[in-house]
């Protein structure tokens, strides 16, 4: 579907009323869509399409405007929230009652790792370096000599 810009429908729109105007007395009634027309007939129609394209433009533009004022006070929101939790959470502490009321959770404790866990992540990490060729600073100075060009 070819999709046009409002403002060419318009002015196409009025360039064909100003044409009826001129022709409104000598042009017959015309059979269009199989809707029987008379000049007026057309005429008012393309006047109340042009009324309602002009009022589909003003409608998008105040609908942006909202959509643009909304995503600036979203940001804004963000930050002020954010920081809002910093000083309630330094001032009563994140167990307070102020927190809570305004809806502020204390972070989670973390969950300490039991020996078994402490073994398998010690273990992983030293797969890993291996896999990736990763060297400490005294590993590759003793490479490094070792080594002869």
């Known amino acids: 579907m070819k999709t046009t810009r409002l403002s060419t429908l318009i002015a196409e729109d009025q360039r064909v009323l100003r044409g009826l105007d001129q022709l409104q007395s000598t042009m017959p009634d015309v059979l269009l869509g199989g809707v029987k027309y008379t000049p007026e007939g057309l005429a008012a129609f393309l006047r109340a399409r042009i009324a309602a394209a002009i009022a ?3 409608t998008k533009a105040h609908w942006l405007h909202a959509i643009e004022t909304h995503n600036a006070l979203d940001k804004q929101r963000d930050v002020l929230l ?3 939790r910093v000083v309630v959470m330094a001032m009563f502490g994140p167990d307070s009652p102020q927190a809570s009321a305004l809806g502020f959770r204390p ?3 973390r969950t300490p790792l ?3 866990q402490k073994v398998a992540r010690a ?5 890993t370096r291996k896999a990736r060729g990763t060297l400490g ?8 000599l070792t080594s002869e060009p």
């Open 123 to 127: 273990a992983k990490s030293l797969a």
């Open 107 to 109: 972070a989670k404790k």
């Open 137 to 144: 600073s005294r590993q590759r100075v003793a490479l490094t």
């Open 56 to 58: 589909v433009g003003s």
């Open 82 to 84: 954010r920081e809002l």
């Open 114 to 116: 039991t020996p078994a």
